[in-house]
């Protein structure tokens, strides 16, 4: 029993990890809404969002080619962290410039001081830090001091602000401000791996230049899409079934966030580090798709069984009118969580262009789905989703076990 424990310790922290993350994010959304009503239930979504613009290239570009790139003998170490501190100079640099163009980020949504936003600039420069600092802690396997300090994190800020009554602004400013501060207490444990060697050669540039591609690919095709398919939704629809539509989309993006995560954590450093060793064979995939196949279709029938529940449980009985929406979402997402452990295989692989072909072509149909309307109202958002999906499955599946069996021949 504990050789199994040990054997199996890293993916347990991961669960526990995602658990924690999850249930911060469902708890800072709560208090929100019980202190500050709807209008700071938006603001937070909104400044999260605001947040995420900046953090997202960080994760998709800097964390994801570090755990890719520590495995590989042919990569010293500090030239790969020497890397993530350039392209987080350089992915960051116009960060304060466009926090303070006024028509980009109204001031009166916020009502942030000018100070405030110089905070703002400097606390999301630590925050991107600190995903860097998560990443070492990942493939270093030191899962259980980053979870201690991220517990107490969270512990410390619930209480604080039980204690204290925040002003609404001071409440998002609390929420990002504690996540920098601690980027420095998760540099104290592992300052000995943090060793730095900002010198650059071509085969360092070249490996995290197939990620920078990826990652603004997918901020694209991904986050502005996004953006501008919400925008459509309230002009076509209306704010009142776009704001349905919405919570079953955030839903969503939730669980799906949840099996990416884990799968981060766990399934992409191992399959990097078979390639980096030449292990990869194409029965890793198989084995361990099997399983995943049986836990995902379990995880949708109970989602689809119990939707309504769940909806009422985290939004209220209103919402229930979203039953329709969110199991024919779970269509879509379910394609979408088969195709997680292939596109996670492409990344490790670096194989940059078959990737973002797969998420280009996605994206177009799409869009072109949503313009043809296919559904009777909103829903045909969803079916576009489904479609999306349907061909994002097929192509990046197809791309990967084709690459997989070159690879093992």
């Given at each position: 029993?504990?050789?199994?424990?040990?054997?199996?310790?890293?993916?347990?922290?991961?669960?526990?990890?995602?658990?924690?993350?999850?249930?911060?994010?469902?708890?800072?959304?709560?208090?929100?809404?019980?202190?500050?009503?709807?209008?700071?239930?938006?603001?937070?979504?909104?400044?999260?969002?605001?947040?995420?613009?900046?953090?997202?290239?960080?994760?998709?570009?800097?964390?994801?080619?570090?755990?890719?790139?520590?495995?590989?003998?042919?990569?010293?170490?500090?030239?790969?962290?020497?890397?993530?501190?350039?392209?987080?100079?350089?992915?960051?640099?116009?960060?304060?410039?466009?926090?303070?163009?006024?028509?980009?980020?109204?001031?009166?949504?916020?009502?942030?001081?000018?100070?405030?936003?110089?905070?703002?600039?400097?606390?999301?420069?630590?925050?991107?830090?600190?995903?860097?600092?998560?990443?070492?802690?990942?493939?270093?396997?030191?899962?259980?001091?980053?979870?201690?300090?991220?517990?107490?994190?969270?512990?410390?800020?619930?209480?604080?602000?039980?204690?204290?009554?925040?002003?609404?602004?001071?409440?998002?400013?609390?929420?990002?401000?504690?996540?920098?501060?601690?980027?420095?207490?998760?540099?104290?444990?592992?300052?000995?791996?943090f060793n730095i060697n900002f010198e650059l050669d071509n085969k360092i540039k070249n490996h995290f230049k197939q990620f920078l591609i990826i990652g603004f690919t997918v901020l694209i095709s991904s986050k502005w899409v996004d953006y501008f398919v919400r925008e459509y939704a309230v002009q076509e629809f209306g704010q009142n079934e776009s704001g349905l539509w919405q919570a079953v989309v955030r839903?969503?993006?939730?669980?799906?966030?949840?099996?990416?995560?884990?799968?981060?954590?766990?399934?992409?450093?191992?399959?990097?580090?078979?390639?980096?060793?030449?292990?990869?064979?194409?029965?890793?995939?198989?084995?361990?798709?099997?399983?995943?196949?049986?836990?995902?279709?379990?995880?949708?029938?109970?989602?689809?069984?119990?939707?309504?529940?769940?909806?009422?449980?985290?939004?209220?009985?209103?919402?229930?009118?979203?039953?329709?929406?969110?199991?024919?979402?779970?269509?879509?997402?379910?394609?979408?969580?088969?195709?997680?452990?292939?596109?996670?295989?492409?990344?490790?692989?670096?194989?940059?262009?078959?990737?973002?072909?797969?998420?280009?072509?996605?994206?177009?149909?799409?869009?072109?789905?949503?313009?043809?309307?296919?559904?009777?109202?909103?829903?045909?958002?969803?079916?576009?989703?489904?479609?999306?999906?349907?061909?994002?499955?097929?192509?990046?599946?197809?791309?990967?076990?084709?690459?997989?069996?070159?690879?093992?021949?």
């Amino acid at each position: 029993m504990l050789k199994t424990i040990t054997k199996y310790q890293h993916a347990v922290f991961s669960a526990i990890l995602i658990i924690i993350r999850s249930a911060v994010g469902f708890g800072v959304q709560k208090l929100v809404a019980v202190a500050y009503g709807p209008v700071g239930t938006t603001l937070i979504s909104h400044f999260q969002n605001l947040i995420s613009i900046f953090t997202q290239p960080v994760q998709d570009v800097i964390v994801n080619g570090l755990i890719n790139a520590f495995p590989k003998k042919d990569f010293e170490k500090s030239k790969i962290i020497g890397a993530s501190l350039h392209l987080l100079l350089i992915l960051l640099s116009g960060t304060a410039f466009i926090l303070f163009l006024k028509y980009i980020f109204n001031e009166s949504l916020f009502s942030f001081s000018f100070s405030q936003w110089v905070l703002i600039v400097i606390s999301i420069i630590l925050f991107s830090l600190g995903l860097i600092l998560s990443a070492i802690y990942v493939v270093e396997k030191k899962l259980k001091i980053f979870l201690s300090i991220i517990s107490f994190q969270w512990l410390l800020f619930f209480l604080i602000v039980l204690l204290y009554e925040f002003e609404l602004n001071e409440f998002l400013l609390f929420w990002l401000i504690i996540q920098a501060i601690f980027t420095l207490i998760l540099y104290l444990p592992i300052k000995n791996h943090f060793n730095i060697n900002f010198e650059l050669d071509n085969k360092i540039k070249n490996h995290f230049k197939q990620f920078l591609i990826i990652g603004f690919t997918v901020l694209i095709s991904s986050k502005w899409v996004d953006y501008f398919v919400r925008e459509y939704a309230v002009q076509e629809f209306g704010q009142n079934e776009s704001g349905l539509w919405q919570a079953v989309v955030r839903l969503s993006e939730a669980y799906r966030g949840l099996i990416i995560s884990f799968l981060f954590l766990t399934f992409y450093p191992s399959i990097s580090k078979a390639i980096s060793s030449d292990t990869i064979k194409s029965t890793i995939l198989r084995k361990h798709f099997l399983i995943y196949l049986v836990l995902s279709l379990m995880l949708i029938i109970i989602l689809f069984l119990f939707s309504d529940q769940l909806l009422t449980l985290l939004y209220n009985r209103e919402y229930s009118q979203a039953n329709y929406l969110f199991r024919l979402q779970l269509v879509g997402d379910f394609l979408a969580i088969l195709s997680f452990p292939f596109a996670i295989y492409l990344l490790a692989r670096v194989n940059t262009y078959s990737y973002i072909f797969a998420e280009i072509l996605s994206t177009i149909v799409f869009i072109i789905v949503i313009l043809l309307k296919l559904g009777n109202g909103i829903d045909s958002i969803v079916i576009a989703h489904i479609c999306r999906f349907i061909i994002y499955s097929i192509s990046i599946s197809a791309i990967s076990v084709n690459d997989l069996k070159n690879v093992s021949n």
